[in-house]
């Protein structure tokens, strides 16, 4: 650990403002909660559609929509969501159901698997372009940018990404009693992730989360990585607040 990490600069005052760290995790919340929506949208029709024979599939390989087409058969299979699917306004449309399940309970799942999802949103923003990276951080990005950096992880990364999904879509329909985490407590985690980083980078990332619409595309996507690789580095209860605080819906 270095001097930076050994005492905060008088400039770092802001650091525990409760409406800055509301400000900056309702942003960080909707991006990780909208993931879960948009991820799937290029799914949206998995064995829907009706084309003429011998039309080419344009994504017939496409490893995301394998996934989510393996996805729809298991939750096609259970009683409970077929009932809930039936009485949705589009019943035809199955990956629909699940992408909203999953936003409403990706805050049900455990520690452990929040923490893996900042993971994974870790390895999104650092396989992405700077563009596309920093239309993550800011919440966004098109279909197609997030469908080309999603497939830029590697096949077990995407699975899993694809795994927290229907967890976060299981949890809500069985309604998993979800635990929460203060407002205190998620500023004290802030604070303690800016406060740890080498002087001049903490005030960097201060400045992106205050504004981050007028943040440059190259300081939204470092903001991006710093943010989620300190979160799964911090260590427990920090990383666990903060983990617990990004898949707040």
């Given at each position: 650990m270095d001097e930076h990490h050994a005492e905060p600069t008088p400039s770092r005052g802001r650091e525990r403002n409760p409406s800055w760290s509301r400000a900056a995790f309702a942003l960080a919340g909707l991006l990780l909660v909208g993931l879960c929506i948009r991820?799937?949208?290029?799914?949206?029709?998995?064995?829907?559609?009706?084309?003429?024979?011998?039309?080419?599939?344009?994504?017939?390989d496409d490893p995301l929509e394998v996934a989510w087409k393996r996805t729809v058969g298991q939750f096609q299979a259970m009683p409970e969501f077929r009932e809930v699917l039936a009485r949705s306004p589009s019943p035809q449309e199955p990956v629909q159901l699940i992408r909203a399940l999953a936003t409403k309970g990706a805050a049900r799942l455990p520690d452990d698997a929040?923490?893996?999802?900042?993971?994974?949103?870790?390895a999104v923003v650092e396989r992405a372009d700077v563009v596309t990276c920093a239309a993550i951080f800011r919440n966004s990005p098109t279909v197609e940018q997030l469908h080309t950096a999603f497939l830029k992880l590697d096949p077990d990364a995407l699975d899993a990404w694809i795994d927290l999904t229907a967890r976060s879509a299981m949890a809500?329909?069985?309604?998993?009693?979800?635990?929460?985490?203060?407002?205190?407590?998620?500023?004290?985690?802030?604070?303690a992730l800016v406060g740890g980083l080498p002087a001049d980078e903490g005030e960097r990332l201060s400045r992106v989360l205050d504004d981050t619409a007028q943040a440059s595309d190259e300081n939204a996507?470092?903001?991006?990585?710093?943010?989620?690789?300190?979160?799964?580095?911090?260590?427990?209860p920090h990383g666990r607040v903060l983990a617990r605080a990004l898949a707040r819906d």
């Amino acid at each position: 650990m270095d001097e930076h990490h050994a005492e905060p600069t008088p400039s770092r005052g802001r650091e525990r403002n409760p409406s800055w760290s509301r400000a900056a995790f309702a942003l960080a919340g909707l991006l990780l909660v909208g993931l879960c929506i948009r991820v799937g949208l290029r799914a949206r029709q998995v064995g829907t559609r009706s084309e003429p024979a011998g039309t080419p599939r344009q994504h017939e390989d496409d490893p995301l929509e394998v996934a989510w087409k393996r996805t729809v058969g298991q939750f096609q299979a259970m009683p409970e969501f077929r009932e809930v699917l039936a009485r949705s306004p589009s019943p035809q449309e199955p990956v629909q159901l699940i992408r909203a399940l999953a936003t409403k309970g990706a805050a049900r799942l455990p520690d452990d698997a929040l923490l893996q999802r900042v993971s994974l949103m870790r390895a999104v923003v650092e396989r992405a372009d700077v563009v596309t990276c920093a239309a993550i951080f800011r919440n966004s990005p098109t279909v197609e940018q997030l469908h080309t950096a999603f497939l830029k992880l590697d096949p077990d990364a995407l699975d899993a990404w694809i795994d927290l999904t229907a967890r976060s879509a299981m949890a809500e329909l069985k309604q998993v009693e979800a635990p929460s985490v203060s407002e205190t407590e998620v500023t004290d985690a802030l604070a303690a992730l800016v406060g740890g980083l080498p002087a001049d980078e903490g005030e960097r990332l201060s400045r992106v989360l205050d504004d981050t619409a007028q943040a440059s595309d190259e300081n939204a996507c470092w903001a991006a990585k710093t943010l989620y690789g300190n979160v799964t580095r911090m260590g427990d209860p920090h990383g666990r607040v903060l983990a617990r605080a990004l898949a707040r819906d």
